[in-house]
């Protein structure tokens, strides 16, 4: 495992960190989410990023996660990066959501309590809320970290413009801003269209990317049908059946046949396409098996490509990004 700092702080990220997005709530059992737990923290993969509304329901995942710390990893607290959210609807009511001090704190509260520590290494805000002044939010994130309660300070779901004002008034309170978390893959390119990747490089601010296989469909899951074990088949939320069709099919296998021209599987064609050009701190992968988090680590291997390989990238999934 390779670890990279995140921007210019002294905080340094592996390459590869696991998110509990998925797989980590109610309906998972304890020992299952524990060996997925370990088996990454064995392989060097040091980051656990949790949000306060991953479940379902609403706050299990943290609450699974400080179980598991619990049981056993709370003696490797200080070789462990541990990042939470707030910024979506956790509760009910005018103060559940959002940005405002009242949210962001009372959540972090919250999240700590359930985590069972006295502090998270990273406090995300979770998205942009224009019904907040962006100088309140960044207040409370800043009160965040004087409190002792988060080392350090993230964005998440942001644009770069509204990123780099956000940063200006972070700077200004000396607050350490460190880290952008978005979504990005092959098939998701909203990051270099709204300006946050290239403002994130020019600010030097790290960049965590989550979805990078674009909920399972950059694997080779879906080319001979959707298997009744599949994300689409038992949890349609995120994913549903409309979006595997003739068109998605056939840009998946032009892909695959890249891959298996560089010696990889589509899944790491896909993580290490994304780690290609040193702009992106760390890749967030889930998992609901231990194997898959070791055959993700095996992306590490090759990052790089040629002009050609990437050319012919860009446009097979050129039909598909989202803008």
């Known amino acids: ?21 998925h ?36 706050g299990s995942a943290e609450r699974n996660l400080g179980r598991i710390l619990a049981r056993g990893l709370k003696h490797y607290r200080d070789e462990l990066v541990i990042s939470t959210k707030a910024g979506y609807q956790m509760w009910n009511g005018p103060y559940g959501d959002g940005g ?16 069972g520590l006295d502090y998270v290494d990273i406090f995300y805000h979770h998205r942009m809320d224009p019904e907040t002044p962006l100088e309140e939010t ?9 409190s002792g309660k988060a080392l350090y300070v993230g964005l998440s779901n942001y644009d770069g413009a509204t990123m780099a004002r956000a ?19 092959i098939f998701d390119r909203t990051i270099e269209n709204n300006g946050l990747k290239a403002t994130a490089s020019k600010l030097d601010k790290g960049i965590i990317t989550f979805s990078p296989l674009a909920q399972g469909l950059l694997t080779d899951r879906y080319l001979h049908g959707i298997p009744a ?18 068109a998605t099919v056939h840009s998946i296998s032009e892909l695959n046949a890249i891959a298996a021209e560089r010696g990889q599987s589509l899944a790491e064609m896909a993580l290490a ?41 860009d446009r097979i999934s050129a039909p598909l990004e989202s803008h």
């Open 23 to 58: 797989n980590f709530g109610d309906a998972a059992a304890l020992d299952s989410m524990e060996a997925l737990i370990y088996t990454a923290f064995d392989n060097g993969i040091t980051h656990i990023d949790a949000a306060n509304n991953y479940g379902p329901s609403n």
């Open 100 to 115: 405002s001090r009242k949210y962001l704190l009372s959540s972090l509260d919250q999240s700590l309590e359930r985590l």
């Open 167 to 185: 940063a200006e008034i972070l700077d200004e309170l000396h607050c350490p801003f460190i880290i952008n978390q978005n979504r990005y893959s």
């Open 273 to 313: 396409w994304i780690l290609k050009d040193g702009l992106v701190t760390s890749v967030l992968i889930g998992a609901s098996k231990p194997s898959q988090i070791l055959d993700d680590i095996g992306a590490l291997k090759n990052t790089s490509f040629s002009d050609e390989e990437l050319q012919r990238i």
């Open 138 to 146: 960044m207040g409370a994130l800043n009160t965040a970290v004087k």
């Open 229 to 246: 074990d599949s994300r689409i088949a038992r949890d349609g939320r995120f994913l549903n059946s409309s979006a595997i069709n003739d």
């Open 1 to 21: 495992m390779h670890y990279h700092r995140a921007g210019n702080s002294g905080l340094k990220l592996p390459q590869v960190s696991l998110g509990l997005w």
